[in-house]
């Protein structure tokens, strides 16, 4: 299973919405966790947010709770993410992952816990 394409970034001003989305193909989809990372200029890629393969568990950083909605749609091979309320310090670029299967689902979730990365997509929140 790997990702294919990643779309919804752009401009948005603060205190606006955007919707990411992304695919993956080549596997069993519905098996796998999914999450979103991001990573600013000159900084890490951080966690955002993930879902669990059973479609309700959701993990979020502390960063982005109350404000991203991440679901999936298992019959589209689709995971999204839902931002509501930017900040200029969510300006990065986002990117989804494939949860390796061994890994331990939780909002501490590393790069390490990703076995396959998409494109990603540059959010830009202007103030």
């Known amino acids: 299973l790997r990702c294919s394409w990643a779309s919804g970034g752009g401009l948005v001003q603060a205190g606006g919405s955007l919707r990411l989305s992304c695919a993956a193909s080549g596997g069993a989809f519905s098996t796998y966790g999914m999450a979103w990372f991001r990573q600013a200029p000159g900084n890490e890629r951080e966690f955002v947010a993930a879902?669990?393969?059973?479609?309700?568990?959701?993990y979020y950083a502390d960063s982005v709770k109350g404000r991203f909605a991440v679901s999936r749609d298992n019959a589209k091979n689709t995971v999204s993410s839902q931002m509501n309320s930017l900040k200029p310090k969510d300006t990065a670029v986002y990117y989804c992952?494939?949860?390796?299967?061994?890994?331990?689902?939780?909002?501490?979730?590393?790069?390490?816990?990703?076995?396959?990365w998409g494109k990603g997509t540059q959010v830009t929140v202007s103030s």
């Open positions: 992952g494939i949860i390796l299967e061994r890994a331990w689902m939780s909002n501490s979730l590393s790069v390490n816990d990703i076995q396959s």
């Open positions: 879902i669990h393969r059973n479609g309700w568990t959701r």
